[in-house]
């Protein structure tokens, strides 16, 4: 019996409003995650790395350059996704010259992103493209310019995929 399946006999036989209000939520969060999926919704997320695997977690291997394959518990729920962003654009590393993807958010994602810096930090957040994670940096300060990088050993070609695989999300719903 899977736990939705379980939440629905106990509130059939106890019509306990707690086991109902958990029934909801989860058929909620289903169907809004699979609706976001449906709409592309996936190919651009900020998700919260939390330390311990929960209802609202997911097992996500981080497969970025230098990661070795560590597998994080990423929070289901997005924080921002492709409806804050503007524009993506592959951009160089001032110092190291290396390729970038330079996002940059709506005024709405400006001040959303600004938030969830200033909420989370010392937390990762991850940078989920198409269902994988790109980048899982920890917050270091509240970041307020309606700009981000997404950095790591991108080759130019990558960096240009990625930045493209944004840009169509938007196209793609935008239109």
Do not use: C, W
């Amino acid at each position: 019996m899977t736990d939705s399946q379980t939440l629905l006999a106990q509130y059939a036989r106890t019509r306990s409003e707690s086991a109902f209000r958990e029934l909801v939520s989860r058929y909620i969060d289903l169907v809004y995650s699979t609706a976001f999926r449906l709409v592309g919704g996936d190919a651009f997320q900020l998700q919260l790395v939390l330390d311990q695997p929960g209802d609202n977690t997911e097992l996500i291997t981080n497969n970025a350059n230098g990661a070795a394959g560590e597998t994080l518990h990423v929070q289901k729920t997005p924080l921002l996704d492709y409806t804050a962003v503007s524009s993506a654009t592959v951009t160089r590393n001032a110092s190291s010259g290396a390729p970038e993807i330079g996002v940059e958010f709506s005024e709405e994602g400006r001040e959303l992103f600004a938030a969830i810096t200033k909420e989370n930090l010392n937390k990762r957040l991850a940078i989920v493209l198409d269902g994988h994670v790109y980048s899982a940096p920890v917050i270091r300060s509240e970041i307020t310019g309606g700009k981000a990088q997404i950095t790591g050993s991108f080759t130019e070609q990558e960096a240009t995929e990625l930045a493209a695989k944004i840009n169509e999300a938007l196209r793609g719903v935008r239109h």
